[in-house]
């Protein structure tokens, strides 16, 4: 029925073959871990090894993944507790607000009060008087002047408004960033809204992760590690914050120069 024989004594390993085939299972675990599983996983490298397999680097990409994410969790905790600051502050806000339009009524029925007595009183006492030559030439010269100054208003309001139709940015932004340093440039957007952007970093290529953030949802649109610039458009999956989170990964210092425009209602640095 069983067609496999049984060892005899003289064929099992004895006690020594096994202690020693124990012993080399821990040196090559010991060795597999130092040369592979702790630079692929955590960046540990005492002897070198990994650097030359490319592992490494692998490490050094998690943990970097693994830092950015746990900053990314701390800045949407702040930016939910300062989503509730705000809202209790406009609660606050307009209940203040029909004490006082009561108020400034209240004020308005007594100055009207008041200034109806006095204003009768002139009219009584003052008698008419025809305007002199002096007098009707001030007023033209008066309202001269006042004519210049509209023209005037207008032309910059023009000016004003044709360059603003030239320039596609609405608000931009330069900042510097130290070797290691991080920041964060969000967006405030109603759900649907397209925003542009585009950015630059001067000083050599920078880690970034584009998402948002805000009444309890969060997404992540793209992330790019040693990437010199990038531009293009951002809906927003959500009402919300919707931006970018840099970080400066070289030796040396970063300038980034960040341009926005579009459907948005503010820039504001989140970090």
């Keep these: ?19 020693r085939s124990t012993l080399m299972a821990a040196v090559i675990a010991v060795a597999l871990l130092i040369t592979v599983v702790l630079p692929a996983e955590y960046a540990i490298d005492p002897t070198g090894a990994g650097r030359l397999l490319g592992l490494t680097e692998m490490g050094e990409i998690k943990t970097q993944l693994a830092e950015e994410a746990e900053l990314d969790q701390a800045n949407d905790q702040s930016s939910a507790q ?14 203040r607000q029909p004490e006082a339009a009561s108020d400034a009524d209240a004020q308005t029925s007594t100055s009207d009060a008041e200034m109806a007595p006095q204003t009768a009183n002139s009219a009584s006492a003052s008698d008419p008087v025809e305007p002199s030559p002096a007098d ?7 309202a001269s002047v006042a004519l210049a100054e509209a023209l005037a208003t207008e032309e910059a309001t023009s000016l004003t408004a044709q360059a603003e139709e030239a320039s596609p940015w609405s608000d931009e932004v330069s900042f510097t960033l130290t070797p290691g340093e991080g920041t964060e440039y969000k967006l405030t957007m109603q759900e649907g809204a397209v925003a542009t952007f585009a950015w630059a970093s001067d000083g050599g290529p920078v880690n970034f992760d584009t998402h948002g953030d805000g009444n ?33 990964r ?16 503010e820039l504001v640095k989140a970090l």
Aim: aromatic fraction near 8%; proline fraction near 3%.
């Design 216 to 248: 309890g949802n969060s997404i992540s649109y793209e992330k790019g590690r040693g990437v010199p610039e990038d531009e293009g458009e951002l809906e927003a999956a959500f009402t919300g914050n919707h931006g970018w989170f840099f970080r400066n």
């Design 136 to 142: 009707s030439e001030r007023v033209m010269t008066d």
């Design 82 to 95: 300062q989503a509730s600051q705000l809202t209790a502050s406009l609660e606050t806000a307009s209940d």
């Design 1 to 19: 029925m069983y067609n496999t024989d049984l060892p005899t004594r003289a064929e099992l390993p004895s006690t020594g073959k096994l202690l």
């Design 250 to 265: 070289n030796d040396n210092d970063v300038t980034i120069d960040l341009r926005v425009g579009g459907d948005y209602g």
